[in-house]
């Protein structure tokens, strides 16, 4: 404002239509009755009021969580140790089956070790017997050649 607005004298008409755009203390009262007051907004909660029941929450959320990943540990391990103990039974089963196998034909090789391990004892026998015959053959005629000398 300049020096000249504040000396030159105002008139009533003047103040009246400067404070015409400007609320009366009617519009002020009747806005205010609009707003909360502080009774009213003491229902809400307050930033800490929201702080501290956020963090509870995040707490019953984390126990929450825990907790069901315990359960799904727990299940976890439950069907683990189960289908380990099936694949065990299934694999004992199966090594059973190879080992029997096994001692089939062990017994089968075994078998045939000894049949032939007879045959060849037979067939020494017979060698030994035709050896002894030759030589027995030489001396059948011993005692009467000895008798005549």
């Not at 504040?6 to 103040?15: F, H, K, Q, Y």
């Not at 307050?46 to 299940?75: N, V």
């Not at 140790?81 to 075994?110: H, P």
Request: hydrophobic share 40%; glycine share 2%; charged share 35%.
């Amino acid at each position: 404002m300049s020096d000249d607005a504040m000396t030159n004298p105002c008139t009533r008409r003047d103040l009246t239509e400067a404070l015409a755009d400007q609320p009366t203390k009617q519009d002020l009262q009747t806005a205010l009755a609009n707003h909360p007051t502080k009774q009213d907004l003491q229902r809400y909660a307050t930033k800490l009021d929201l702080e501290t029941w956020g963090g509870a929450l995040m707490a019953r959320m984390d126990a929450r969580f825990e907790r069901g990943f315990a359960e799904m540990r727990q299940i976890l391990d439950e069907r683990l140790d189960r289908r380990f103990a099936e694949m065990r039974q299934i694999l004992d089963e199966r090594l059973d089956r190879r080992f029997a196998e096994m001692r089939q034909i062990l017994a089968e090789s075994q078998r045939t070790m000894i049949a032939e391990l007879a045959r060849h004892s037979v067939a020494n026998a017979e060698d030994l017997r035709t050896r002894v015959r030759a030589v027995d053959d030489q001396y059948r005629d011993l005692p009467p050649r000895v008798t005549k000398l």
